[in-house]
């Protein structure tokens, strides 16, 4: 099964810095059928002007994974980790047992980005942070960026403590992408960039897409686009 959640029915929010959207419930945004997808709790699309971002706050049990779209974010936290993550590039941070941290703009321009949120699969892990280089003009599928598999991180993928991936990939006009998906798995997508033909169905340029109940994603992308995918148990 595929259901599309159009970009212009998103959970919506903004004040003078942060223009975000909502693809399940966050903050003043709630909508009982719009919950999570599995393990898979947050997937904010935020837009954040150049000089702010959020002050310290902390988190715990969560896994949080920010992929760039356009511009930096500045992290500290209270391990005293910092450091700046750049477009197409990926950060997880591991709330386990408890953090707080900050992320800032410090660029010239506004910064966009995916912010997910993954339930982990073990409980009061020790926190931290990492962020990686992912060349971002490697073409032709879809690259493992984040993964609670152990081969997927021995491969170079960021780890994390829980029963998901996040994928990525550019890709070129008329290219195809077949994803297998296991028994019981499934997959939420979205075109960071670009619009997308999934299983056949069209889907516009940051639109969600829930796959259920498919024995594989198959992507199409008329025009160059970019896809950032996360597979969880469905």
Known sequence: MIRV????????????WLN????????EYRDPARMGFGALRVWN??????????????HREMEIITFIREGAITHRDSLGNEGRTEAGDVQVMHAGTGIVHAEYNREAGPT???QIWIHPNRARVAPGWET????RAEEGGLKVLASGDAADQEAGALPLY????VLAGTL???????HPLAAGRGAYLVAARGALSVNGIAVGERDGVEITGEAAVEITAPAESEVVLVEVGA
């Not at 990686?132 to 060349?135: E, L, S």
């Not at 829980?162 to 991936?165: I, N, S």
């Not at 070129?172 to 077949?178: E, I, Y």
């Open 45 to 58: 699309d935020d837009e954040i002007a150049p000089g702010t971002g959020f002050d310290p706050h902390p």
């Open 172 to 178: 070129t006009a008329g290219a195809k992408v077949h």
């Open 20 to 27: 975000a959207r909502h693809h399940f419930s966050f903050g």
């Open 132 to 135: 990686r280089h992912f060349p």
């Open 5 to 16: 959640q159009p970009f212009t029915k998103l959970g919506h929010f903004r004040n003078e």
């Open 162 to 165: 829980a029963d998901g991936a």
């Open 112 to 114: 966009r980005l995916f």
